[in-house]
């Protein structure tokens, strides 16, 4: 069965301190992995990737994807208190149906 | 704004009820998915629906059936409710049948509480 697996499930930090959040998975067919940020509804769109080793990068926030190991991992730096949200890794498998983990809830104080 | 709506936003009900979920997709998109996402656990994959035709399914109950119109957009019905259907449902909508650079977008949800 198709899964994914984040870690940690919860992370509570200062401002400015860096942060990794983890996402391994198994899935059959991969063709792709998105990361989402979801503070209060809806999930928002962060990276999606597709190759090994190539880093994306998006301000503060950078992935990276290893289908060698099957796992992926968000960077945060200089954290904000406005990055406190839940973070969940997908992957697309087969069809575009994408299987989420249970998500990473980053808690940022000031 | 997303461009993806849902409504209603928030619904309450009674066990054995039903209750249709809406969503509209954004304007361009022909692929509509519904997730359930409860408390203890992640975004689930109930169905997906293309330019009309049912295209792939997942952990959809029984009780729960959805369409498409052929204007686009979307509901998922879902009957003799019981306390578990609590959760919030997401709607997705993405151009085609593949995903492209940005994945989905998704609405704002509607929070299902069964009481």
Redesign the interface.
């Known amino acids: 069965e198709d899964k994914v697996v984040q870690s940690p499930l919860s992370l509570v930090v200062h401002e400015g301190d860096t942060v990794t959040l983890n996402c391994s998975y198994e899935v059959t067919n991969f063709r792709s992995l998105l990361w989402y940020k979801q503070e209060k509804k809806a999930p928002t769109f962060l990276f999606m990737l597709t190759s090994s080793g190539i880093e994306k990068k998006s301000g503060r926030l950078s992935s990276i994807l290893d289908k060698k190991e099957l796992f992926s991992i968000l960077n945060i730096t200089a954290t904000q208190t406005g990055d406190s949200a839940v973070y969940l890794c997908a992957v697309e498998a087969v069809t575009d149906k994408l299987i989420f983990g249970t998500g990473t809830r980053l808690q940022v104080f000031p | 704004d997303?461009g993806?709506t849902q409504t209603p936003k928030h619904l309450i009900t009674a066990t054995g009820q039903r209750v249709t979920l809406r969503c509209s997709p954004r304007s361009g998109d022909l692929?509509v998915?519904w997730?359930q996402q409860s408390l203890d656990?992640?975004?689930?994959?109930l169905i997906?629906y293309y330019n009309g035709e049912e295209?792939?399914k997942?952990n959809i109950l029984e009780r729960f059936s959805a369409q498409q119109f052929p204007d686009l957009h979307s509901e998922l019905n879902l009957s003799s409710l019981e306390l578990g259907d609590s959760a919030?449902y997401?709607c997705a909508s993405?151009v085609g049948?593949?995903?492209l650079?940005?994945?989905?977008?998704?609405?704002?949800?509607t929070r299902l509480t069964v009481v």
């Open positions: 997303s993806v692929s998915y997730y656990q992640g975004l689930q994959f997906q295209r792939a997942g919030l997401f993405s049948s593949r995903l650079g940005y994945g989905y977008t998704f609405g704002s949800g």
